[in-house]
């Protein structure tokens, strides 16, 4: 079985390859259009969400709030980086919204898996 500090590792590396990925797409011309209606807020908050998710298990000794504010100001951030940097993407409040959504659900989420896994452990 592997040990908890490759479990880190690997926690740690996932983290950093979704934040990689977002900053990223706040670079490429036009977001997730056309495959379905509001399909560019549902790829906000699923990737805002994967991150807190993966940024939970990946400092999983440092408290939540410690997390939580650097990614809430990411996720607020990001829109004004595009809007600023991107000429051809629009700032949108929604995507805000979808983003901090996103966020709190990725935290709770993680929290509640986190609680539940451990206490499957121990038993």
Same mark, same amino acid.
């Given at each position: 079985?592997?040990?908890?500090?490759?479990?880190? $590792?690997?926690?740690? +590396? !996932? /983290?950093?390859? %979704?934040? #990689?990925?977002? =900053?990223? *797409?706040? &670079?490429? @011309?036009?977001?997730?259009?056309?495959?379905?209606?509001?399909?560019?807020?549902?790829?906000?908050?699923?990737?805002?969400?994967?991150?807190?998710?993966?940024?939970?298990?990946?400092?999983?000794?440092?408290?939540?709030?410690? $997390?939580?504010?650097? +990614? !809430? /100001?990411?996720? %607020?951030? #990001?829109?004004? =980086?595009? *809007?600023? &940097?991107? @000429?051809?993407?629009?700032?949108?409040?929604?995507?805000?919204?979808?983003?901090?959504?996103?966020?709190?659900?990725?935290?709770?989420?993680?929290?509640?898996?986190?609680?539940?896994?451990?206490?499957?452990?121990?038993?």
């Amino acid at each position: 079985m592997p040990s908890r500090k490759t479990y880190s $590792l690997a926690s740690i +590396l !996932l /983290f950093l390859v %979704i934040f #990689a990925a977002l =900053f990223f *797409a706040l &670079f490429i @011309p036009t977001g997730l259009t056309g495959l379905f209606p509001h399909a560019d807020k549902a790829g906000h908050f699923a990737a805002f969400a994967g991150l807190s998710f993966a940024g939970r298990f990946s400092l999983p000794r440092v408290h939540y709030l410690y $997390l939580l504010t650097p +990614l !809430l /100001f990411f996720a %607020i951030g #990001a829109e004004f =980086f595009q *809007a600023t &940097f991107r @000429p051809d993407r629009e700032f949108s409040l929604w995507d805000i919204i979808a983003n901090l959504s996103g966020v709190m659900s990725g935290i709770y989420l993680a929290t509640v898996f986190k609680k539940k896994y451990i206490l499957a452990c121990n038993n």
